[in-house]
């Protein structure tokens, strides 16, 4: 597929590629993964049977601008990439499919009300336990391990064979970067959703992340109040609500068309 690229109000270039006909979805990936993901797990062949689909790489991730200034992934900044890439494709209104980051992306696009017909969200949770508690406890680990790696000390820490080769191939001073600009977000309440314009539907696994899993069973009525639609998926793990598509696609295909 041709990388195509958008302009953002910043002046940052946003890569995106497009498949398909009919009405437009937007595809937006986790944290530390690329619009290519999609393709590899089989989802543009799912989806452009149905849409024209417009997967993004996010500031910061695959042939997208980046930067090691926080400030870059402003939550404004992020809104404003994903208008640039629906105005460069011609459309005014679309459809949105999040995992994860791309799910908490999706929250804040509800919150500012944009032009999102239906949305449907795997992997994420409302409210600021995220940006408050998780994601400062994840910067601290990050910047312990990229002090480690920079002295060469990375045999020291308690980390597995496959996280000390993560370790060594990714740029950490990127990653941790990325979470300083996200941790100054303001978490998405449900109370925050009641006048949304968009039809949300969201999934998660039993084996998510505890902390995602635990808010949305402990907020299911007041998410089924509110018109949302959800759907826990038993022994589903947070990666695999992207990866294993022939569980989830079904669900997800009947929330989007």
């Known amino acids: 597929m041709e990388?195509?690229?958008?302009?953002?109000?910043?002046?940052?270039?946003?890569?995106?590629?497009?498949?398909?006909?009919?009405?437009?979805?937007?595809?937006v990936h986790g944290i530390e993964?690329?619009?290519?993901?999609?393709?590899?797990?089989?989802?543009?062949?799912?989806?452009?049977?149905?849409?024209?689909?417009?997967?993004?790489?996010l500031r910061g991730h695959g042939q997208s601008d980046k930067s090691y200034d926080p400030e870059f992934y402003s939550i404004d900044n992020i809104v404003n990439d994903i208008d640039a890439v629906a105005n460069a494709c011609g459309f005014e209104e679309y459809n949105y499919f999040g995992h994860s980051y791309g799910a908490n992306i999706g929250f804040q696009l509800c919150k500012y009300n944009k032009n999102i017909k239906k949305m449907v969200c795997s992997g994420n949770a409302f409210g600021d336990e995220f940006f408050k508690e998780i994601l400062p406890?994840?910067?601290?680990?990050?910047?312990?391990i990229d002090l480690n790696k920079k002295n060469n000390t990375l045999d020291k820490l308690n980390l597995s064979k496959e996280d000390v080769e993560w370790a060594?191939?990714?740029?950490?001073e990127l990653f941790i970067a990325q979470f300083n600009g996200i941790k100054k977000w303001r978490g998405t309440e449900i109370s925050?959703?009641?006048h949304m314009k968009t039809e949300l539907a969201?999934?998660?696994?039993?084996?998510?992340?505890?902390?995602?899993?635990?808010?949305?069973?402990?907020?299911?009525?007041?998410?089924?109040?509110?018109?949302?639609?959800?759907?826990?998926?038993?022994?589903?793990?947070?990666?695999d609500l992207v990866d294993k598509i022939n569980v989830v696609s079904p669900w997800v295909l009947e929330n989007l068309l």
Request: hydrophobic letters at 40%; zero cysteines.
């Open 3 to 27: 990388t195509k690229y958008a302009v953002s109000k910043d002046g940052a270039k946003i890569a995106y590629n497009v498949a398909g006909e009919g009405y437009p979805l937007m595809l």
């Open 33 to 57: 993964s690329f619009k290519e993901k999609w393709i590899e797990r089989g989802w543009i062949d799912a989806l452009k049977k149905h849409f024209t689909v417009m997967s993004i790489d």
């Open 137 to 144: 406890a994840w910067i601290k680990r990050y910047e312990n």
């Open 168 to 172: 060594k191939n990714i740029d950490l």
């Open 192 to 194: 925050d959703l009641s």
């Open 202 to 239: 969201i999934f998660s696994g039993t084996k998510d992340h505890p902390f995602v899993i635990n808010n949305l069973e402990d907020n299911r009525d007041e998410i089924e109040k509110n018109g949302i639609k959800l759907k826990i998926y038993d022994g589903l793990t947070h990666m």
